[in-house]
């Protein structure tokens, strides 16, 4: 099967500090992976590095064959990969339905003097943008929240909420930091399954980032260790349980203990 | 009737009334009240295209008083006539072709417009890379910049010395019909996806760029707007007091439209609105407070300025205790007006 990202030895330095060293990574369509990893390992750095929030400093990030490392954030989610955030970033003072309606925006065909003018062609626009934005909602079970504040919502439905409006921005590889963070076990559960129904519903390919490892081995079909910015090792959830180096990483030298 | 076409009806009914009291005023009015009129529609301009940037972007500009100047001058060499210009120009010639130029009050306006638009644009690039406190910074400086390039460049603006005997061709018609085009254009665009991606900004610019918005693109968009209608704002000034000099274009200005839009509310045009009303009508309202003051025994003195001490008192007042001004991030609507649902949230 053909690769949808690929990272390409990447390199991340801070200053004296290599938060990731050498890491490749391939993803293809409609594959579930989970990066696992200790504290402080890089997973979210590598997260950055995919959707051009840092451009790393050596490597290459490649989506659909096209190399997208020089890239900027808002450009790379325009080709196709759309995130969510580790600490939940909604807009916290604008309705539900206007944070989904934001992704929209990008795509917008309209000028922006026809929107300053009100002319009928950017209202028919507006017009289907709510519709498709509500309709979104409602498959994710929010319509009934749509005029609410998105600060207003429980901390279980700004989680739903932050997936709906990466989804808006039609993406083909989404990134979720840690979806499971503060869940208790029911809520995990039914993110386990709303995050495979998402995969099969709108073809995507999912990336996850999580500490809950029942979660991790439950619902994804490959694994990818990460260990002080070093890759660790890479295989199915079974094979990941019994490798000694991810034992290791997580439970220390077994002749040490 | 749908509540789409009776908003439209309420509106048109509206500016019909705004059109009758100024008829009134225009035709009976003292000049004091006309000249308090006028001076409140270039405020609201001013406050309402100032507010798109602050408070909508939610970036904190300091230099609008750049492009309310710009304005005013780009404005008033062109309609000055010649011979006026020669009068005024007395220690250094006007340069060529700005001494033998002549346009009507119209195109002045445009070029009033477009010509901060372009300065806009042209400070846009440095002062987007940067955010927060140093954009305040970078502004500022721009604003000063601005007011003192007016008075080294004496063939162009005539230094300190200003620019006299402009025509006075600013009246009733032209600063409300410019106030009400400024809400117009202002309101649809903040209630578009456009403003939806200047508040996303606002809110959160990190969250804003992973879906897919340009932040300097939209920062920029706004910007201009902002800078083209302060400085139509300018040059109906200009041609309202018919003399400009530097000194009318201060840190000042930017001051007094700060007060407005936090008064009324960032982030709230019809917040605006209300402050830049209340600012010009505050503004001779409290006019008592610099005349002697007789008590019985004791005279105080009158004491020129004394108005200034008061706004900043209340925008003192406002910012400890009821930070979200008179609006807070509401909008005004027919709904509210007639008790529909009750103030309506538009942030």
């Known amino acids: 099967m053909d690769a949808l990202l690929k990272l390409e030895n990447i390199v991340m330095r801070f200053g004296g500090l290599t938060a990731v060293n050498d890491f490749s990574l391939t993803v293809r369509a409609k594959e579930l992976i989970g990066l696992i990893g200790p504290n402080g390992a890089g997973k979210t750095t590598v997260f950055d590095v995919i959707t051009g ?106 989680r739903r909420l932050e997936i709906v409006r990466a989804l808006a921005t039609r993406p083909k590889l989404l990134l979720l930091d840690e979806p499971a963070a503060g869940m208790n076990p029911q809520e995990t559960m039914e993110l386990a399954d709303l995050v495979r129904e998402l995969r099969d519903r709108y073809s995507l390919s999912i990336l996850l980032v999580e500490h809950d490892m029942k979660f991790v081995m ?3 079909e490959r694994i990818k260790v990460l260990d002080h910015g070093v890759s660790l090792a890479e295989g199915s959830p079974s094979e990941i349980q019994r490798h000694p180096d991810v034992i290791k990483a997580y439970l220390g030298d077994a002749k040490h203990a | 009737m749908t509540k789409r076409k009776r908003d439209l009806f ?89 001494n033998i130029i002549h346009a009507p009050f119209v195109v002045s306006l ?52 200003g620019l006299k005997g402009l025509p006075a061709f600013t009246n009733l018609w032209w600063t409300w019909g410019v106030a009400v085009v400024t809400i117009f254009v202002v309101i649809n665009l903040i209630n578009s996806s456009f403003g939806r991606a200047m508040k996303a900004i606002r809110e959160d610019e ?89 008590l019985g025994v004791f005279t105080i003195p009158g004491i020129p300025g004394m108005r200034m001490v008061f706004f900043s008192l209340i925008l003192m007042i406002v910012i400890i205790f009821a930070r979200q001004g008179i609006m807070g991030r509401k909008e005004f609507s027919w709904d509210l007006l007639l008790g529909g649902n009750f103030f309506r949230s538009k942030a």
């Open chain 1, 53 to 158: 929030f840092l451009i790393p400093t050596a490597g290459r990030v490649i989506l659909d064959d096209v190399d997208v490392t020089p890239l900027p954030a808002q450009k790379i989610t325009a080709r196709g990969i759309a995130r969510t955030f580790q600490n939940i970033r909604l807009f916290p003072d604008m309705t539900v339905i206007e944070n989904v309606m934001v992704s929209f925006h990008p795509r917008l065909k309209a000028q922006f003097w026809q929107a300053a003018l009100g002319l009928p062609s950017y209202r028919r626009e507006e017009l289907s943008i709510r519709e498709e934005s509500m309709a979104l909602l409602q498959e994710l079970s929010l319509a009934h929240l749509a005029l609410e504040r998105a600060s207003a919502l429980p901390y279980g439905q700004q």
């Open chain 2, 206 to 294: 990190t969250a804003a760029r992973a879906m897919g918005i340009d932040p300097f693109r939209h920062l920029l968009l706004a910007f201009l707007i902002s800078a083209f209608f302060s400085g139509v704002a300018g040059a109906l000034l200009a041609h309202l007091i018919t003399t400009i000099s530097p000194t009318l274009f201060t840190f000042f200005l930017t001051f007094n439209l700060l007060i407005m839009i936090v008064v009324g509310g960032l982030g709230s045009t019809t917040g605006a609105i209300l402050g830049a009303a209340l600012f010009a009508w505050g503004g001779e309202a409290l006019r008592v407070v610099e005349r002697p003051i007789s």
């Open chain 2, 110 to 161: 445009l070029a009033a417009g477009a010509t901060a638009t372009l300065f806009a644009f042209l400070i846009s690039f440095p002062v987007f890379r940067v955010r927060g406190d140093y954009l305040a910074i970078v502004t500022f400086g721009f604003g000063e910049v601005i007011r003192v390039l007016c008075n080294a460049f004496q063939g162009i603006t005539n230094g300190p010395l």
């Open chain 1, 218 to 220: 439950n619902l994804c």
């Open chain 2, 10 to 98: 309420l509106s048109f009914s509206g500016l019909l009334m705004l059109f009758v009291i100024l008829l009134l005023f225009n035709n009976f009015g003292s000049n004091y009240h006309i000249r308090i009129l006028n001076n409140m529609a270039i405020f609201i301009t001013l406050a309402v295209s100032y507010n798109l940037i602050n408070g909508f972007c939610g970036v904190l500009n300091l230099g609008p008083n750049a492009f309310v100047a710009i304005g005013a001058y780009t404005s008033a060499l062109l309609t000055m006539t010649p011979s006026e210009k020669q009068l005024n120009f007395i220690i250094e010639e006007l340069i060529y072709p700005l």
